[in-house]
């Protein structure tokens, strides 16, 4: 099956930030996997898209067009489905307004505990709660790096639901220059861990 995932730019981006992705295959999820009740499991980004993205789940022939890989979980029975995104030589015509300083002013760092919390939602997604407060822990505990700390894979027990009130990010593991793993707690629980990696878009 495939479908043409709805996306647009966000802020001054010349390409799809990568919770546009997410948030688009979450809304995709029940109809390409023909379950009631899934979430996404995983997520690995390959490289940026620039123009529009399909979601199929037929391993496509060409793999220079993969954008990231995507894996559902099904909540009833844990069955797990593989589909990936690939960029389509389509433009994306829609921008969406994204004021990052609005989501982190109610921002925590503990930079000695290398964590960063949100005591409350936000008026964003939570995946935009997740990478935004990860980029600024990253940042600030890393901030020399060749290129920008930018969202790589997210790996999920369970879904990243917006019916919680804190969030912490907290990083594990530190390679400098390179990447880091960090991991997501919802009102104290953790529920998987996100990797961020240093890159140029």
Not at 8 to 18: C, E, F, L, T, V
Not at 22 to 35: G, K, P, R, V, Y
Request: charged content about 25%; aromatic content about 8%; proline content about 3%.
């Amino acid at each position: 099956m495939k479908k043409l995932l709805a996306l647009s730019y966000k802020g001054s981006r010349q390409y799809i930030q990568g919770g546009d992705i997410f948030n688009a295959l979450t809304d995709s999820s029940s109809e390409i996997t023909n379950q009631a009740e899934v979430f996404i499991n995983r997520l690995v980004f390959r490289r940026y898209a620039r123009h529009a993205c399909e979601l199929t789940t037929e391993r496509p022939e060409n793999m220079e067009t993969v954008v990231g890989q995507v894996r559902f979980r099904s909540l009833s029975d844990g069955t797990l489905i593989d589909g990936w995104v690939v960029e389509k030589a389509i433009p994306v015509s829609d921008r969406q307004v994204f004021d990052e300083s609005l989501l982190l002013a109610a921002a925590t760092l503990d930079q000695e505990g290398r964590s960063a919390s949100l005591a409350d939602r936000s008026m964003y997604t939570p995946i935009e709660d997740v990478i935004a407060l990860t980029k600024y822990l990253n940042c600030s505990v890393s901030p020399q790096v060749r290129g920008n700390w930018i969202f790589g894979q997210v790996d999920l027990i369970e879904p990243l639901s917006d019916n919680y009130r804190s969030l912490k990010i907290q990083m594990k593991s530190l390679i400098v220059d390179k990447f880091s793993v960090n991991d997501i707690l919802l009102d104290g629980r953790q529920i998987g861990a996100i990797r961020f990696i240093v890159g140029t878009p």
